[in-house]
């Protein structure tokens, strides 16, 4: 028994984009199971439809699945936990556009967004552990400590955004920065690579 129309295999599941007939696939496992290893085979296949999918060809367990209105992303290209909250919305906006035929990149005004939706967050640790002085985390770590008289212990969270001059922590307090918008372009575009749109299947939402 043979499928052509494989798109996507991942660890419990193989991803298909025809019908297939269930009843007839178990069978032959059963049989298969018999004839090779001379036992009774209890592991049978299910199956689960979707509307549409994406599927990242290089890369893979990266893909979308459309599941009646909702988007299912899986896969770390299209987690944005080290990204700025933006991410996630962008990313639905304009994967929502893809699957709806529209593919032309659009003009994103990252002014749109509030400080809270473009910042970043980071975990620190302790500073010894650190053996790059200049890396992000220190940078943060010292301001934290000389602008802010903040101690900080492992573990703590810091949130950040991106200003023409480097990086600046992110406090209730303080509402003008100096935002480094070249810096969160080149985010948008991050978001347009994920989404190379020729082996995408379209439908159109309500």
């Known amino acids: 028994m043979k499928y052509e129309k494989i798109i996507s295999c991942d660890t419990d ?17 059963d049989d298969l199971t018999q004839e090779k290893f001379n036992l009774t085979n ?30 299912l992303f899986h896969g770390v290209s299209f987690k944005g936990s ?18 709806n035929g529209i593919t032309e990149r659009k003009k994103v005004d990252i002014k749109k967004y509030t400080i809270n939706e473009i910042s970043q967050s980071i975990r620190v640790k302790n500073e010894k552990e650190y ?29 950040y955004v991106k200003c023409r001059r480097g990086y600046e922590l992110v406090t209730p307090d303080k509402t003008d920065y100096d935002i480094d918008y070249k810096y969160y372009e080149s985010i948008v575009n991050k978001v347009y690579e994920r989404l190379d749109i020729v082996d995408s299947r379209q439908i159109r939402f309500e």
Not at 85 to 97: H, Q, V
Not at 131 to 159: F, P, V, Y
């Open 13 to 29: 599941g193989i991803y298909v984009n025809q019908d297939i007939n269930l009843k007839s696939l178990n069978k032959y496992l």
């Open 42 to 71: 209890f592991l049978h296949l299910e199956q689960d439809d979707f509307s549409a999918g994406f599927f990242r060809p290089t890369h893979g367990k990266q893909y979308i699945l459309v599941e009646g209105n909702k988007l």
């Open 82 to 99: 080290h990204m700025p909250k933006f991410w996630d919305f962008l990313l639905e906006e304009i994967a929502r556009d893809m699957f």
């Open 131 to 159: 053996k790059n002085k200049s890396s992000l985390a220190m940078q943060l770590i010292q301001k934290a400590k000389n602008e802010l008289n903040m101690e900080l212990i492992d573990g703590d969270q810091l949130s």
